[in-house]
């Protein structure tokens, strides 16, 4: 966050007016350590996945020193120490940097290592690669008006994928078409290109990971737009349950 100052270690000698710097190391490659603090003196929650909606497994207290085994991305969160995507893994689980006085605005540990499937398109006859999709949704993203946008996030899927349309009526009939073995349901760690399904009052939502717990979806900030979002602001925002998500399989080509 910006009030942290940057990870220093300097030794200075002094000899009459002169100072001669010795030594300055800056960033970590192994674990770290950190300290939590909160305004309120609170205890901050610990979750089991680096989303606010992952459930708590713990807390820690204020004043606490923790040890930070590895960092990763997930939910937005502002904190103490400003705004970030960025989670501490602490030996119960994960816990929001936002609270954590490490001394650097970025990473301070290494990169968790999620097991996560990869997106894949083998076998599945898309004319688009995983990477092609994200490259598709980065490259449309768009704050103005599309009517081809509105309400018509399975189609937006489809287009993404090289589809001309997704094949299925609405973003849930997709979801209940796709076969289990391309299924992940309740898996909230989406790799770039899954598609991320929820049930709502509606027909239902889905919308394309992009990486690092962010997803691009249309509607969310407007109507008609398509921007980044996360899977926690479609359910606070619209009320959503998130179901899981799929490989890119469409009805259209099965």
Same mark, same amino acid.
């Given at each position: 966050m910006s009030i942290r100052a940057l990870p220093t270690r300097v030794a200075v000698l002094a000899s009459g007016a002169a100072l001669a710097l010795l030594t300055v190391f800056t960033g970590s490659a192994a674990a770290a350590t950190g300290t939590v603090h909160t305004d309120s003196g609170a205890s901050v929650n610990v979750h089991s996945g680096p989303y606010t909606s992952s459930s708590v497994t713990g807390s820690v207290a204020n004043g606490a020193t923790v040890t930070i085994t590895c960092q990763t991305h997930g939910d937005t969160v502002t904190g103490k120490y400003g705004t970030s995507d960025i989670w501490d893994k602490i030996s119960t689980g994960y816990i929001t940097d936002t609270y954590v006085y490490t001394g650097s605005d970025g990473t301070? %540990? !290494?990169a968790c290592s999620t097991g996560t499937t990869a997106c894949s398109t083998s076998g599945l006859g898309d !004319?688009? #690669?995983c990477a092609q999709a994200v490259t598709w949704a980065n490259n449309h993203i768009s704050t103005s008006y599309n009517s081809d946008y509105y309400n018509r996030?399975?189609?937006i899927v489809g287009l993404a994928y090289?589809? !001309? %349309?997704?094949g299925?009526? #609405?973003a849930i009939a997709h979801w209940n078409a796709v076969p289990s073995s391309y299924k992940h349901a309740g898996d909230r760690s989406v790799p770039a290109g899954g598609l991320a399904f929820f049930s709502t009052s509606s027909a239902g939502h889905v919308m394309i990971s992009i990486g690092g717990g962010t997803f691009v979806s249309n509607d969310i900030h407007g109507n008609? +737009?398509? +921007?980044k979002t996360t899977i926690s602001?479609?359910?606070s925002k619209w009320g959503a349950h998130y179901?899981?998500? #799929?490989q890119p399989w469409f009805q259209y080509n099965h």
């Open positions: 301070v %540990a !290494p !004319p688009h #690669t996030c399975d189609h090289g589809f !001309p %349309a997704s299925s009526v #609405t008609g +737009t398509y +921007t602001e479609i359910e179901l899981g998500w #799929t």
